[in-house]
């Protein structure tokens, strides 16, 4: 019943809003609103549509000023596009010309190329031999004591920096704390002063004595003459007219003489320290306030008299050299007068003597008549074709192959087998110098050496094969090829402990007689020269073998007597050069 009551009310309510209407529209109240309404939304349309106009209108003559703008562009740009295209058909007109010339042109340059190809390989062939000799000439030039045979002692003006591998520790030179010290050697007082204690430590209660004594040295030298004198009275036979007298004793020949103290003074200042005869005279006299004036021709002939005196002493470095297992051979330059000589350089690096032999000639003519003649051992050397007619055995020297080994690498740099033949000769060296007396030589590791030495000549073999040696610079191919041949001598060092890897001790042993000659002497004759070089064995048998003071073994030297037979041993000079020889 509620709801139905609901309903009735609510279609009560509709139909009174309907009737409602209806007497709206009867009465035509409602067509006067909406007819207000209709015009005041005309009149809203019809400014729109006014405003809208005239947009539309402003829009037109807006559109027509844009097309005319336009139109002036468009005439400008036709017009730069015509003059533009009228100046590219003028050059492109210009370069058909221009293109006709160039074929001309190219035709005439294809003629003379076709002309000058013909000399095109003669004129490479001769810029590869100008190359080659430019590499030959840089290689002269740059030649040096670490990539060839030249000694450093012959190095010019502008030697290379000595490398110096050790690490900087940051620490002051000298000797560091906690360290001790290598104090100067105390000499015997020859005299002596004592200084008083000053009185404000002696009279002082606060200072008292330690007991200890502090002492302070000062050393001088000088030289003394001493002068013994031996008188006698001469007679004369009255019958005859000669005169006697008693004789003197030894060493007592001319009015004044020199014992060996002199001369062997004089003899190490010449032999030893390569000083000159004059200034040799000069600090002698210097030295002893003029009382001892020496001649140089005294000077001169002391290397003979020395030579003469120590028969027993060359005689027994023969000897050492022949026993030796190994002998270390060298020819080194001399010259005599103006000319070229040489000197043979033995030495044992067991027996620790040397000896140098003077000849006129290298070669075979220059071991003629020397130990190494009839040596029957292991020779060293420099890989002298010569000394392979001697010895038993031979080793060439591996630090000239490592020099070798650089100037190719400097000089050939697009090759790889010179490094790696470098990089293993050290490796070999460094095996070989690492082993202690008491230790053999590993055979495994030995053949690990050797194969790797035949698999870098292979491969040097390849690339000279790639790129074939020149003309004129062939010391590379050269050293590739002997390292082949003589496999043999370059690695005996490898299987016998006795045998060093180098010829260092000769090249020292030489060096000691360039100094000399270089800087102290000029030799007249072959017979000087073999008396220098037997000072020079004896003055290193003496260092080597000697007990006690060098100086006073020569002095004892110079007062033996001269040999009896001088005038034969003279005549041997002559035809021999040095008594050294066998």
């Not at 062997?264 to 030893?272: G, T």
Request: hydrophobic letters at 30%.
């Amino acid at each position: 019943m509620h709801g139905y009551f609901e309903y009735m009310t609510n279609l009560q309510y509709k139909n009174r809003s309907l009737m409602k209407q209806a007497d709206d529209f009867k009465s035509g109240e409602t067509y006067r609103k909406k007819d207000e309404e209709y015009k005041k939304l005309l009149c809203l349309y019809n400014k729109e549509m006014k405003r809208m106009k005239d947009e539309v209108a402003q829009a037109h003559n807006e559109t027509i000023r844009v097309r005319r703008i336009w139109d002036e562009v468009t005439d400008d740009l036709v017009k730069e596009h015509q003059a533009e295209v009228r100046g590219l058909l003028a050059e492109i007109k210009r370069l058909k010309k221009s293109n006709l010339e160039l074929i001309r042109q190219r035709d005439e340059a294809l003629d003379k190329y076709r002309d000058r190809n013909r000399d095109f390989y003669d004129v490479s062939v001769q810029l590869l031999e100008e190359r080659e000799k430019n590499k030959k000439l840089t290689a002269q030039i740059n030649r040096d004591f670490e990539n060839s045979s030249i000694p450093s002692s012959m190095q010019k003006a502008g030697r290379k920096r000595i490398p110096n591998s050790r690490e900087k520790t940051g620490r002051k030179p000298g000797g560091q704390p906690g360290h001790q010290g290598h104090c100067r050697k105390k000499h015997n007082v020859t005299e002596s002063h004592e200084i008083p204690a000053p009185e404000k430590y002696t009279e002082s209660p606060d200072y008292y004595e330690t007991g200890r004594i502090i002492r302070k040295q000062k050393v001088s030298i000088k030289m003394s003459v001493d002068v013994t004198e031996y008188t006698t009275k001469e007679y004369r036979n009255r019958i005859t007219g000669a005169r006697v007298h008693a004789p003197f004793p030894k060493g007592y020949v001319n009015e004044v003489n020199y014992d060996g103290t002199v001369k062997a003074f004089a003899f190490l200042l010449s032999n030893e320290c390569n000083v000159s005869h004059a200034k040799i005279k000069k600090l002698i006299s210097e030295m002893t306030d003029g009382e001892v004036e020496i001649s140089v021709g005294m000077i001169n002939g002391l290397c003979e008299e020395f030579s003469l005196k120590t028969e027993p002493e060359k005689k027994e470095i023969i000897k050492e050299l022949m026993l030796s297992p190994v002998m270390n051979a060298d020819f080194t330059n001399a010259n005599v007068n103006g000319k070229s000589a040489q000197v043979l350089v033995l030495a044992s690096p067991t027996a620790d003597v040397a000896l140098y032999i003077a000849r006129e000639k290298k070669g075979h003519e220059g071991v003629k008549g020397t130990p190494l003649e009839k040596y029957v051992g292991i020779v060293t050397h420099d890989h002298e074709i010569t000394f392979y007619s001697y010895g038993t055995g031979h080793q060439e020297c591996i630090r000239h192959n490592c020099r070798y080994l650089i100037g190719s690498i400097q000089n050939e740099p697009e090759l790889n087998w010179n490094v790696q033949m470098h990089e293993l000769f050290r490796e070999m060296l460094h095996y070989r110098n690492g082993l202690g007396e008491d230790d053999d030589l590993d055979e495994e590791k030995v053949r690990e050496f050797e194969e790797k030495y035949d698999r870098i000549l292979d491969k040097a073999e390849e690339e000279y094969a790639d790129n074939p040696p020149g003309d004129y610079y062939r010391e590379g191919y050269n050293l590739f090829k002997r390292l082949r041949k003589y496999k043999e001598n370059e690695l005996l060092f490898l299987h016998d402990k006795r045998v060093p890897s180098n010829n260092s001790l000769c090249e020292r042993l030489a060096r000691v007689f360039k100094r000399k000659q270089k800087q102290a002497i000029t030799l007249r004759s072959q017979n000087n020269l073999g008396y220098i070089c037997d000072g020079l064995s004896i003055v290193y048998l003496l260092h080597t073998k000697a007990k006690g003071s060098v100086y006073q073994k020569i002095s004892d030297i110079f007062e033996r007597q001269k040999p009896t037979m001088f005038q034969e041993i003279a005549a041997t000079r002559k035809t021999g050069g040095s008594a050294c020889g066998l």
